[in-house]
Every structure is written in C-alpha cells, then in structure tokens.
C-alpha cells in the first residue's frame, strides 16, 4: 500500500480559471462553469478531451456539466456545496490520478448565490436551534470569537486587522469585488450582523466559478504554465457537535493542528519556509483560528500577531493575497487555492509575494483540510 | 396575536423532550448502558451505539459559555425585538444547549451561572430559556 506522505510533490495542477465575480442573474451554474473551464484549459493548453477525471461542487448535476463540456471522463466525483468541500475535492482529485483512477482531473465549482438571493441562514437552512432563532454560519462564527474573547482577551480592534489587511490585498487585485480601502475605524462602526461580528467580518455573497486541472507530476512538463506541486495535505473532522453547525468549542484547535501537522510533516516544511496563508475567511475569527491551530502563534496569542499589518503584503504572514472571501470573491476556498498556485508562478502582479516558494492552504470546518504548494 | 417565530419539527425522536418542556422539565437523552447523556437525541448512544436510550430530567443549572446578539432577523417573527440574545449553555449534567438569555444587561462573563425558565409560546410548544442564576 502506498502511504499518504509518498504523495509529496507527485501530483500538479498544471491548469487555473475563473470567472469574473458578481451578480449575474442572466446565467446559471452550468454557464459560469464552462466559462472557468475554458479559461483553466486555454492556461494550460491541454487539449480538453484527454480531460478523463471530472469533479463537481456546488454544481447541480455532475453528468449535465459533461454533457456542457462535452466530456465522459472515467473518473467523476459530485460534491455539496459546502466551502470545506475545496480542500476535500483538491485531496481527492490527487489520490485518484495517484491511483489511476486517472490522468487529468478537472475540478469544478460555481456559485449563483448572490443573483438567487441565497442567505445562508433561516428556514433555507432549517436547524435544531431555530426555535431560540440562531441560525446562519455568522452566528457561529460570533458565538466562537465571543469565546475567544472571553478566554484570551482579544479585541474587535484585533479582529478588524484580519478584514483590513486582507481588504488591502484586494485593492491590489484588479478582479476583486471591494476594491475601497478599509480602516480599523471602519470596521468597529460598521453594522453589527451578529454582535460581537460585524459586517465587515462577512464574507461577501457572489456569483462566479472557479477551475483546477491536476495531473500527475511527469506529465505537467507537457504544459504551458510552470507546474505547481502539491507537496503536502493533512485532515481531520469534527463531527461532534454537529447540531450545532459550523461551530467549534475549541475553535477546530485539534483538528488544525492534526491536519497542519500531517501536512508540515509530508511537505517537509516549516512555518519559517511558509510564504503565504490562504485561509479560508468565510468569517474574520477563522483566520485567528488558523493562525493558533497551525502554530504561526501560541494558543490565545493571534490578536497580538495580527496586530500593525501583520497579516499584509510585507508583514510577518501575508494572508489570502487576492482579497479573500472577505474582499475578493466568495469561492468557497477554491479561489484562494487557485491564488496560490497563480503566487508560486508569480503571476500576480501588484500583490506578488517576492521570491514565493511555498503556499499553504487551510480551512478550519467540520472537514478541517490544509495543502501545501511549492514550486517544486 | 399568533406566534410567528420558527417552531420546534417534532419528531418520533425529540417528542419527549418537548412533551416535558410543557410541564416546566428539562429532560436529556441517556444512555442506561454506558451512562452518555445529550441533547439533541439521536436513534442509537454515540458511545457504545445501544438503541434503547431513555429520558433523564435535568437540574435546569449551568454555566454560560458564550452568547451573541442577534441584529438581522432570518425570520420575520424577529423583526420587531432586534437585536436578540443567544447563548451557549453547558449544564451541569455535561451537554451544551443553544438557548435564548432573557437577561439584557451587557454586564456579562463566560463561566456565569445560570438557570432554565420556561416560556409557553403556544398552546403546544413551551421554549426552554435561560436567565443569570
Ligand atoms: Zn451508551
């Protein structure tokens, strides 16, 4: 049997696309899917039939989107669409050409839920607490970094470095949806959603649609852009207490330290040798969660290391460099996996990170998953 | 004027648990082969997955993990009370319960104790809340 960490560095994505991001009622899923793919195709210059691996998030019908793109792979998988499916359906896609389930995998996801009014909260997503009216992941998320603040003393003011710096990122990304720039000030007199958390602690709602193209190292030579490797991946759950949903007592303190851990190991990488965070910033206090989780900081300590830019261009550790789901677009985490194989070409113009080698991915859910890119 | 809050979907599992509430008592569900108890409950124990589980009643005291406030209103019930207050329970007897603090003030400290109090909604569902013990 192969082991996981025999992976390191064999499997590539060779290919990114996107849309752009916004409200587009006049087309659906399958259309902003096809418009990624074309893009992630014409990156890469792969002729789109040897395409033999085809998954789905978020995304009706798995045989309808062949059917669009005019592929019959040997290889599907159809996920929900749910953001920690991103880091999920990444792993997945690279076991699958490991074992020869195939040899190019497209992986897909698009999101109309801004022009479909979706709100993420009430009887759209009925619950076991509705009775007391909590409801929404935002909640969650507030009845989390409540906690925190209770337990280590962070600030809002703290909390608010998280959406400026990556609010300033986007600033530097032409394709990104809020490209004004934000003060602290901002942030504590914007509009409580769910008090302690505050609009701007939101991630945006939007539409759009994202591609990757993963191959197996050997055959990513044959292609138009530089390869980028995955080097390294870690998982791990927390079911419990799913009833309560999106939420962590422990803030996925042990599940983002198992899944960082598995992926530092595999990779052979450290935090020194990490260029960049993409951390999945569906909400402001999962980038403090992330930060203790992996050991960028002691536990209780990310309100003090995010403090005067520290997560900016520059800083100690740039975090979602094309704006994030706070700023850029809502992709559910697979945007920023494609920001960091667009870092490691270093395709990224203004918010470049110099000399970029290594980008890690995180995504602290119930399915917490971290990937680790580098150049190879 | 009717009650237009979202309402508990009673089930063959939780009936109990909210025949119980309209009598002012709090049960969990526990398991008489390993002890486990929770809330909400499930088909088979999560420990040592045996079917038959029963009811036990709860003192109703705990402590206050975290709470939020809620300013937007996801139903149409809530628009007229906004903001209002959620909170995370741990009971004395282990599980963690969502819940509403009927309590206002802003003075409040996680580890606070605190204690159930019922409020009938309807003629047929009575919410279990929490105030400062
Ligand atoms: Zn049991």
New binding site residues.
């Given amino acids: 049997m192969t082991e996981l960490k025999d992976l390191k560095d064999k499997i590539a994505v060779i290919g990114v696309g996107n849309t752009r991001y916004g409200n587009f009622p006049e087309i659906d899923d399958y259309g902003l899917a096809a418009h990624a793919f074309r893009n992630a195709v014409q990156d890469c210059g792969i002729d789109k039939d040897k395409i033999d691996g085809l998954l789905v998030s978020r995304i009706p019908y798995y045989a309808r989107m062949g059917e669009v793109l005019g592929l019959n792979p040997k290889w599907t998988i159809t996920l929900p669409g749910h953001g920690r499916m991103s880091g999920m359906g990444i792993i997945e896609a690279a076991t699958a050409i490991a074992a020869g389930h195939c040899d190019y995998a497209a992986l897909l996801y698009a999101n109309i839920g801004r022009s479909r009014r979706v709100n993420y909260g009430g009887d759209e997503s009925p619950g076991t607490w509705d009775p007391w009216g909590f409801t929404s992941p935002g909640a969650a998320h507030a009845m989390m970094f409540r906690r925190h603040m209770e337990l280590y003393g962070t600030t809002t003011r703290q909390l608010a470095e998280v959406s400026v710096s990556i609010r300033y990122h986007a600033c530097l990304n032409p394709d990104a949806v809020m490209r004004n720039p934000i003060t602290i000030e901002d942030h504590e007199s914007a509009r409580f959603i769910t008090a302690p958390l505050r609009l701007l602690d939101y991630c945006l709602i939007n539409d759009g649609a994202v591609c990757l193209i993963l191959t197996s190292k050997e055959r990513a030579k044959d292609f138009a852009k530089p390869p980028v490797l995955i080097s390294g991946f870690g998982a791990q759950e927390t079911y419990s207490p799913s009833s309560i949903a999106n939420f962590d007592m422990d803030f996925w303190y042990p599940a983002i330290s198992a899944a960082g851990k598995q992926a530092y190991d595999m990779a052979g990488v450290g935090h020194k040798d990490v260029d960049a965070l993409m951390c999945y910033d569906n909400f402001s206090p999962t980038v403090l969660f992330s930060l203790e989780g992996l050991g960028f900081c002691g536990r209780g300590e990310s309100g003090a290391f995010v403090e005067n830019g520290g997560l900016s261009l520059g800083g100690k550790l740039p975090v979602n460099t094309d704006g994030g789901h706070l700023s850029n677009s809502y992709m559910q985490g697979w945007a920023l996996n494609v920001e960091a194989v667009r870092q490691l070409r270093r395709e990224c113009g203004a918010r470049q990170i110099p000399d970029c080698e290594v980008v890690q991915y995180v995504q602290p859910t119930p399915c917490t998953r971290s990937i680790i890119y580098t150049r190879g | 004027m009717s009650y237009n809050k979202p309402l508990p979907r009673l089930d063959t599992l939780n009936k109990p648990f909210w025949d119980a509430t309209k009598q002012n008592r709090f049960l969990l569900q526990h398991?008489p082969?390993?002890g486990?108890t929770r809330f909400p409950p499930g088909p088979v124990?999560p420990?040592?997955l045996?079917g038959e589980q029963t009811w036990i009643e709860a003192s109703g005291k705990g402590t206050l993990e975290s709470w939020v406030d809620m300013h937007r209103a996801y139903w149409d019930g809530y628009k007229d009370e906004l903001p209002y207050r959620v909170c995370l329970v741990r009971l004395e007897e282990g599980p963690v319960v969502v819940s509403n603090l009927v309590d206002k003030t802003e003075n409040l400290r996680m580890g606070a104790p605190v204690k159930v109090v019922f409020e009938a909604v309807t003629d047929e569902v009575t919410l279990p809340k929490f105030t400062l013990a």
Avoid: I
Wanted: net charge neutral; proline share 0%; hydrophobic share 10%.
């Fill in positions: 398991c082969s390993c486990d124990c420990k040592c045996a």
